[in-house]
């Protein structure tokens, strides 16, 4: 990837149409961390944070936590998943994905919980996954 074309591209669409919001075509931007820091590098230097949304594996994050500051820095904030993710493990060995229901639900938990720690907006969608959840 072409780290000015993806700056060129954001640019033009922020610029001269007033594009802020973005949906990731990738099912797996966070698979490797290299991904989502080509993609801090094509947004950093635009004049407001951009609202990216796309799949990730949350089995993915719960193994590189890290990678949560690294989201929000970029405005990756709508999160999408397979209904497969928080299902059985047949289902999840079956397509290939790793991670048990338990490191999905791990995942989500952390990301759940950073979004209310740094943002308001997100309080409401933090006590739903709670009683989703089921946590007292």
């Given at each position: ?90 289902a999840r060995k079956t397509i290939?994905?790793g991670g048990s229901k338990e ?34």
């Open positions: 990837v072409d780290v000015e074309e993806l700056k060129q591209f954001f640019s033009d669409a922020y610029h001269k149409f007033g594009i802020k919001t973005f949906m990731v075509a990738d099912d797996t931007p966070n698979e490797e961390t290299l991904k989502l820091e080509i993609l801090w590098e094509a947004v950093k230097d635009l004049p407001e944070q951009m609202s990216i949304g796309g799949f990730n594996r949350f089995d993915v994050l719960a193994k590189r936590p890290e990678q949560i500051k690294l989201l929000d820095k970029i405005g990756f904030h709508s999160h999408l998943f397979g209904i497969e993710s928080l299902g059985e493990d047949k290939g994905k490191d999905m639900y791990t995942g989500l938990l952390i990301r759940a919980l950073w979004l209310a720690y740094h943002t308001t907006y997100q309080r409401h969608g933090l006590l739903a996954l709670i009683k989703l959840l089921k946590i007292n």
